[in-house]
């Protein structure tokens, strides 16, 4: 199924109705359609296709995932050197500004999605067949996942409704509340709760429990702490999902869309790309990123060194904790266990910039991963956008912070834990606020290396120069608007506070 939608999403780009050039953003002075609603959208077909196309853009997430780990205490920035990707080192010290490369890609890439989902919905209307509120369910989940990611890093943003952004209405669309932003995403998500297939969907396509899930996170997100906890309780009681016993196989390619996968990022290593568009790649750019530099030894290969794990990262699991070794790889460990690799050369690796003797283990290349040979920027490794075990800690989250209920709150972390340590003797009895804090840490050792450690921080209130060397209160919470895009609003939309 994977190999199909991508042959689908292989055809659509070449159709031309929705391609994404790597200068994509909604103020594009020349959009690249050829095709356009005078002839399109007559059949459940070019709907369907319209649907796949809104999914593509999910892949250019790959860099939300690895700056939500570098902006945080988890990861340095690392890489070649200081000046290898100086978005990326700029935004690890904290020293970020409006003119920040992959800050304007995050912006692009997910505007560029949320338009894809807005030309869909925009014709929704203008042919009707069974079915068609399922496909538009679809839509509406997408268009939240990528409104959810934009309000995260920027806040208040522009919306124009069910309508594509075109030419000039930077000039005139004004920039949206938070409160509003999050008022349509819980809209979209009600909508594709509401009208989402129930039946079993392939690998990939958006289920009622997705839904459900990032509903619950953005009521989490906004402390709506009563909404978020029956929200998310609808996805355990679901009874669909299970935590997979053996962590130790959680992030390898066999292991994709199982019982822990509410839902999946789909990476293939069907089409290549160029650090010219990264985008443009329907693999995962940051596994690549994230691998050794020019390692030679067992069960991975070689990458760039980028998004490096601290010691203090490392040093924060506490003795018998299973997922340390799994989440994080130690590269001396790795050496000294095979002194004799490769006709007795033992394991090599470079040392790149931050060198912390750490890798992100959940994403870095494997052995026999094809990368078409495209510089590693092509990997099939999907990305657990949520996870059972992230439902559950967030649930328990919402119960405890919410005063609902604690013994909820514990049987779900605790869930967690026992699956970490492999017995009841790690349960945690606490009660209050230190049970929430014990959720916010556990959170930090079961998602590390996953992307939402720095919003985890932020949201709870965490966020300060202590936890992040650098962290300016009351600006960096959010992120700044790219440069470009306040000059072509000509005093429409104001700059985040402190940029």
């Keep these: 199924m994977k190999k199909h939608i991508f042959k689908l999403l292989a055809f659509f780009s070449l159709s031309a109705m929705l391609t994404i050039s790597c200068s994509d953003d909604f103020v594009e002075v020349d959009p690249p359609y050829s095709i356009n609603s005078e002839n399109y959208f007559n059949s459940k077909e070019d709907y369907e296709k319209g649907v796949i196309a809104s999914y593509d853009l999910l892949h ?13 205490d988890n990861t340095l920035c690392g890489g070649g050197s200081a ?43 203008k042919t009707d067949f069974a079915g068609k509120e399922k496909l538009l369910a679809q839509v509406h989940f997408l268009r939240a996942y990528y409104h959810f990611e934009l309000v ?61 899930a990032l509903l619950g996170k953005a009521y989490l997100y906004q402390k709506k702490y009563v909404l978020a906890a029956s929200t998310l309780e609808s996805v355990i009681t679901s009874n669909k999902f299970s ?58 290969e070689s990458g760039y060194s980028f998004n490096v794990p601290t010691a203090e990262t490392f040093n924060a699991f506490t003795a018998g904790d299973k997922r340390r070794d799994i989440s994080i ?33 959940k994403y870095i290349p494997r052995k026999g991963d094809q990368n078409l040979g495209d510089d590693k920027l092509t990997n099939p490794n999907n990305y657990r956008s ?66 939402h450690r720095f919003f985890d921080l932020v949201r709870t209130g965490k966020a300060n120069a202590t936890t992040i060397p650098g962290f300016t209160k009351d600006k960096n919470e959010l992120f700044p608007i790219p440069y470009e895009e ?14």
């Design 386 to 451: 949520i996870r059972y075990a992230d439902v559950l800690l967030m649930a328990a989250e919402a119960n405890s912070a919410g005063g609902i209920s604690d013994a909820k709150a514990r049987e779900y972390l605790n869930l967690v834990r026992q699956r970490a340590f492999g017995d009841t003797n790690h349960d945690i009895n606490f009660s209050g606020i230190a049970l929430t804090d014990a959720i916010l840490a556990e959170r930090r050792l079961e998602l590390v290396g996953e992307g």
């Design 329 to 361: 790889m130690d590269i001396e460990a790795v050496v000294a266990a095979n002194p004799t690799w490769n006709s007795n050369k033992g394991v090599k690796y470079g040392i790149g910039y931050e060198h912390t003797g750490y890798f992100n283990r």
């Design 243 to 300: 935590l997979m016993q053996d962590f130790s196989v959680l992030f390898e390619n066999e292991s994709e869309n199982k019982q822990e996968s509410v839902f999946e990022v789909q990476y293939t290593d069907a089409q290549g790309a160029s650090f010219d568009c990264l985008q443009c790649s329907e693999g995962n750019v940051a596994v690549g990123f994230n691998g050794p530099r020019t390692y030679d030894g067992p069960l991975f």
């Design 152 to 212: 995260k890093w920027f806040g208040g943003i522009p919306m124009n409704g069910d309508k594509r952004f075109k030419p000039g209405d930077e000039l005139t669309v004004p920039r949206s509340s938070v409160e509003e932003v999050y008022a349509q995403i819980e809209a979209d998500l009600t909508y594709a709760i509401a009208n989402m297939e129930t039946a079993a969907q392939p690998a990939g396509r958006v289920t009622k429990e997705a839904a459900q």
């Design 486 to 499: 306040i000059q072509f609003a000509n005093g429409n939309w104001k700059q985040n506070p402190g940029y």
């Design 60 to 72: 250019s997430t790959y860099v939300n995932v690895m700056l939500g780990e570098i902006a945080s």
């Design 83 to 125: 000046i290898d990707v100086p978005g990326f080192q700029q935004i690890d010290d904290m020293i970020h500004t409006p003119v920040n490369a992959n800050l304007k890609n995050i912006w692009d890439w997910m505007y560029a999605g949320v338009n894809r989902c807005n030309y869909v919905l925009e014709f929704k209307d």
